[in-house]
């Protein structure tokens, strides 16, 4: 039975702390400072703070399909906190339309990424099979750091009990459970395939010069030269976040993205900016491009994008310089 002589409080136990209240378990909880909104308050503090709101009906609309707090993203660099006004002229359809080319941005970035994720995992497979083992990542002498093999093998080992392919329930019907390269790099997500990468070792006829080999820049003496493995590592490192942002819906805008891409002394900003943003992983997304037709395209329908909302964006929230079509060209 239970022995509720345990429970007994005192007095003082019970009364409620500052900024907080007494939950039903016999726990204080801390109180949020800040109210619940309601839509129609929501659009109110808007209109209090100085924002230009033409349809309140069409705000509250933009509000219940989208939300205050996402919304958010795309407003505080024009609120004063000292005034708690926003600057003069702020109109809020002119934040809908950030939040509308946010969006556009993001599908057409995504719609990029997927095409050079396709091409790395293809080019990363036909490297790997320059040893001619169909069960080459379960071999430990193809890697650098061996405790890393080993965190990369379990985290492969999942992906691959996580998928539901057809082609890896063909392999555990048919052989033995044993999946070969091809097969896995497939239902591999592109973090774990920056970790592969990372960790392969280098030299001549390795796997990683014939990958890298796929990807030759012109240097500063006008050689093609193969990237470095830290270099090439950095660059699918950043473009495998930036992914995830888009993936995740969130804002690209106007935001810092923590992860610096090696960047090609040719296309280094001076002075150097304090925070990495798009412009650098846009870079590393040039660099890592699945074919030169696939990135010009590509970049033409960005420049597109971006004069149809000259009117609301800026470049210099997205780290993009002044000549950023220059440096976006192949």
Not at 114 to 137: C, F, H, Q
Not at 185 to 190: I, K
Not at 237 to 266: D, F, K
Not at 286 to 309: C, G, I, M, P, V
Request: a positive charge; one cysteine or more; charged letters at 20%.
């Amino acid at each position: 039975m239970y022995n509720n002589s345990n429970r007994t409080h005192h007095a003082s136990d019970l009364h409620a702390q500052p900024g907080g209240t007494f939950s039903f378990t016999g726990c204080f909880m801390y109180q949020y400072p800040k109210q619940i909104l309601t839509i129609a308050q929501q659009v109110q503090s808007y209109i209090d703070a100085g924002m230009t709101v033409t349809s309140r009906k069409d705000v509250e609309q933009a509000l219940k399909s989208i939300g205050f707090y996402r919304l958010r993203g795309y407003l505080f660099h024009l609120y004063d906190n000292s005034t708690k006004k926003y600057v003069p002229g702020t109109k809020f359809e002119d934040i809908l339309k950030l939040y509308q080319f946010d969006r556009e941005l993001s599908a057409l970035i995504f719609s990029m990424i997927s095409k050079i994720e396709v091409a790395l995992r293809v080019r990363l497979v036909e490297a790997l099979l320059v040893y001619g083992d169909a069960l080459i990542l379960q071999d430990s002498s193809i890697f650098k750091e061996k405790k890393m093999y080993w965190q990369n093998i379990s985290t492969i080992a999942s992906e691959i009990a996580r998928s539901n392919d057809v082609f890896i329930k063909h392999n555990f019907d048919r052989h033995e459970g044993e999946v070969p390269v091809w097969a896995v790099v497939e239902v591999l997500s592109f973090g774990t395939l920056s970790k592969i990468i990372k960790n392969l070792k280098t030299g001549t006829g390795s796997a990683f010069s014939i990958l890298a080999a796929n990807y030759r820049y012109t240097s500063k003496k006008g050689n093609s030269v193969n990237p470095s493995q830290s270099m090439f590592a950095s660059w699918v490192q950043g473009v495998s976040v930036l992914r995830n942002i888009c993936a995740h819906n969130s804002r690209i805008y106007n935001r810092t993205i923590h992860t610096a891409p090696e960047i090609l002394a040719v296309d280094k900003i001076t002075p150097a900016p304090a925070h990495n943003g798009l412009y650098q992983i846009l870079l590393a997304m040039k660099y890592l491009r699945s074919s030169d037709e696939e990135w010009t395209e590509f970049a033409d329908e960005l420049d597109t994008l971006f004069q149809n909302n000259s009117s609301v964006i800026s470049f210099g929230a997205m780290n993009l310089p002044a000549d950023w079509k220059a440096h976006l060209s192949v």
